[in-house]
């Protein structure tokens, strides 16, 4: 595989600010339902309705959510990201967390484990808050005992036109990754090329990856080949005795050579597709003898999750 082929660090975040830079005109977004309650005026996203909207229509609350970060309106684009890196990331735990096992000792960040202060890697955060300062979360961690490690690459389709429905269900599917193996996941986002959101053995910030993967919008054709290669090498760093490939597509590859070899490679594949639209992919899954499921919107994302990764 080329660099131009896999994109990572730096390369990568040039490749997420320039999707970014693609936004979409409020006169645009006014024509989606519920949008004028969330901002009903220029700037403004009303957190209480968008609360109010996602008890009552969770799936339409999150697509809506989704579109609002890719807003050209620089404000809501703001609001909206800061408000889907914490919603996306609650959402994934609604899954549950890892199936209790034998295990070994390991540090987490606060948000995503219960166990007693890390002191040694949460020391400069202590400090800063004995000190007055406020408290950083980010900096805090916990010890606690999980299973034997289990290594995770999340595949996500973003060819074609990705947008709302779409965008959402990937990012809680990336958050339910991070939620259930925060040590040893990695994130990527594929079309023609393979943009490395997290690298195995890399720690981002969940809501940091939640907002880069909504930023790169639908775009290009389908190289699901280099997309699977792309994961059998990052998991070929990761320690962990089991390596599982989550494939996050319709599985429609529209460039590349035949994908079936590289699935044949990988140690374990599961492939996820959308209800109403996974023909194609429960026929790849069997054909490379690979799980497969559906999920039907971004609220049905933890329990399939919670099911693959915890068998």
């Given amino acids: 595989m080329s660099d131009q082929e896999v994109l990572e660090g730096g390369a990568a975040r040039d490749a997420i600010n320039e999707a970014g830079r693609r936004t979409t005109a409020r006169r645009h977004l006014e024509q989606r339902e519920h949008f004028e309650e969330i901002s009903p005026e220029l700037g403004v996203l009303d957190e209480s309705a968008f609360d109010d909207l996602l008890e009552r229509q969770p799936d339409d609350a999150l697509a809506l959510l989704a579109d609002l970060t890719g807003a050209t309106d620089e404000r809501l684009r703001h609001l909206a990201r800061r408000l ?58 916990v010890v606690h005992w999980h299973r034997p490690a289990t290594s995770v690459c999340l595949l996500v389709d973003r060819s074609g036109s990705m947008g709302g429905d779409r965008l959402a269900t990937a990012a809680v599917a990336a958050s339910s990754v991070l939620y259930r193996v925060p040590d040893a996941c990695s994130v990527v986002a594929f079309a023609e090329q393979s943009v490395a959101v997290v690298s195995q053995q890399e720690y981002r910030s969940p809501d940091d990856v939640v907002v880069d993967l909504l930023r790169l919008r639908g775009f290009g054709v389908t190289n699901l080949d280099l997309a699977l290669r792309t994961a059998g090498a990052q998991l070929d760093r990761a320690p962990a005795g ?35 639209d996974s023909a194609d992919a429960e026929s790849f899954a069997e054909s490379v003898g690979a799980r497969w499921a559906t999920v039907d919107g971004p609220m049905s994302v933890p329990d399939a999750f919670a099911d693959v990764l915890g068998r």
């Fill in 242 to 276: 089991r390596r599982i490939t989550v494939l996050l597509s319709d599985c429609r590859a529209t460039t590349g050579v035949d994908p079936t070899g590289a699935a044949l490679r990988l140690d374990e594949l599961v492939v996820i597709a959308p209800a109403g």
């Fill in 84 to 141: 889907a890196g914490r919603v996306m990331v609650d959402v994934a735990r609604t899954g549950g967390a890892l199936r209790p096992g034998l295990g070994r000792l390991g540090s987490s960040p606060i948000d995503w484990a219960e166990g007693d202060i890390d002191v040694d890697r949460s020391l400069d955060a202590l400090t800063t808050w004995r000190r007055g300062g406020p408290p950083d979360r980010d900096g805090l961690h």
